[in-house]
């Protein structure tokens, strides 16, 4: 069976520091894997995804995620923090269908 | 293009009602996934939808339903509504089942209290 695990339910940062937050995934397959972002009170919106292209994947809002095979991990990196990525953030795992498998989610704080 | 659209947007009800949530996906995607967020469980998937056939389902009670109609246009059904159904209910569409080179579209939800 697919799961991601997410380390850290909350991580905090200094505004301009980096931005490190860890998803490791189990998969009897090629996974696909995704990084999602909730804001309050919305939906969630997608920052990138890994679909075997190439390793280190670039999405939005300077966010980037290198898959590790050998680590079976697909953490969620970004240089510079900024005030309005703070957030809660889901990695996701799927098999090529349109189910996800969401990690618990690890909630950003960005301090100035 | 329209986004991802869920109605209504906040619903209260009470133990032992029934509740229909509908979501209209973003026009030409006809794959429709439903999802429900909680604090205690996180994000679990419900069922997907395509072609007005459920081609997917998770692992929740039989009082969770759903349907989509010819138009891709999805409704899910809760029956006899317990406490622990309260929740953030998300939909999300996709132009084709197993879209994994394309994106999910999600939409804002329908936050579901249950009193």
């Known amino acids: 069976a697919q799961s991601v695990t997410q380390l850290g339910s909350h991580v905090s940062v200094s505004e301009g520091a980096l931005v490190l937050l860890r998803c490791n995934y189990s998969?009897?397959?090629?996974?696909?894997l995704f990084w999602y972002v909730q804001y309050p009170n919305q939906g969630l919106q997608l920052l990138l995804k890994y679909t075997s292209a190439a390793t280190l994947v670039k999405g939005i809002n300077g966010f980037e995620a290198e898959f590790k095979k050998s680590e079976t991990s697909f953490h969620l990196t970004k240089p510079s923090a900024h005030m309005s990525d703070a957030a809660e953030y889901f990695c996701a795992v799927s098999d090529n269908t349109d189910k996800l498998i969401f990690g618990t989610g690890t909630r950003l704080q960005v301090f100035p | 293009k329209a986004g991802v659209t869920q109605t209504p947007r906040y619903l209260i009800k009470t133990r032992g009602q029934q509740v229909t949530l509908s979501c209209s996906p973003i026009s030409g995607h006809r794959s429709v996934s439903w999802y429900q967020q909680t604090p205690g469980q996180g994000l679990q998937f419900l069922f997907e939808?395509?072609?007005?056939?459920?081609?997917n389902k998770g692992n929740f009670p039989g009082r969770f339903s759903g349907r989509q109609f010819s138009n891709s246009r999805s409704e899910m059904n809760v029956s006899t509504l317990e406490l622990g159904d309260s929740a953030l209910y998300l939909c999300?569409?996709?132009?084709?089942?197993?879209?994994?080179?394309?994106?999910?579209?999600f939409g804002p939800g329908t936050r579901l209290t249950v009193l």
């Open positions: 999300a569409s996709s132009p084709y089942p197993g879209s994994s080179t394309d994106t999910q579209y």
């Open positions: 939808y395509f072609s007005e056939t459920q081609r």
């Open positions: 998969s009897s397959v090629p996974p696909y």
